[in-house]
């Protein structure tokens, strides 16, 4: 994944360098409450988790991962993600609640849907917990519908959440 701006926002791939801003901005337990617990734990297991990131997936798995810091204003605000695979990619998305109600979670995974399609990938899909009313409204606005992904292996889902797919 190559480095990207949107109007606001600065995208990074993720790297060791972004993870004490990381860090700072999704230490918070509202984090955790809609994706079974903490983010994050210690600065250390962070740095640990961008280790095996840029290590990759498994070579047994067919899939490529993208990650990327997200900033505005050179501060660190969250990260967008995906999962790609059997032609599909899996998003996600997380920021710190400092940095909620700023749109720069739809403003940065609009880039990260752009970026995929760059590199050929047109059917999204994404996993939310019902509860998690702003991720609904966040994925509707950037023209996801809520779909039966029965039919599709999706790596991110849990049993209760809701389906959305875009493409």
Do not use: C, K
Request: negative net charge; hydrophobic residues 45%; glycine residues 10%.
């Amino acid at each position: 994944m190559q480095a990207g701006r949107t109007a606001r926002l600065v995208i990074e791939p993720i790297d060791q360098q972004h993870a004490a801003g990381l860090f700072a901005a999704l230490d918070d337990e509202r984090v955790g409450r809609f994706i079974g617990g903490p983010d994050v734990t210690t600065l250390d297991a962070l740095r640990d988790r961008i280790a095996a990131l840029h290590a990759g997936p498994p070579a047994e798995r067919d899939e490529r991962w993208y990650n990327a810091a997200v900033l505005a204003d050179g501060v660190v605000v969250g990260r967008v993600e995906a999962t790609v695979h059997h032609g599909i990619a899996e998003i996600a998305y997380v920021f710190g609640p400092a940095h909620w109600g700023n749109g720069y979670a739809a403003e940065a995974t609009a880039w990260l849907l752009d970026a995929l399609r760059d590199d050929g990938i047109t059917t999204f899909w994404a996993a939310v917990v019902p509860e998690n009313q702003a991720s609904i409204a966040l994925l509707e606005r950037l023209g996801f519908i809520r779909a039966d992904a029965s039919d599709v292996t999706l790596f991110s889902f849990d049993d209760g959440d809701l389906t959305y797919r875009l493409g």
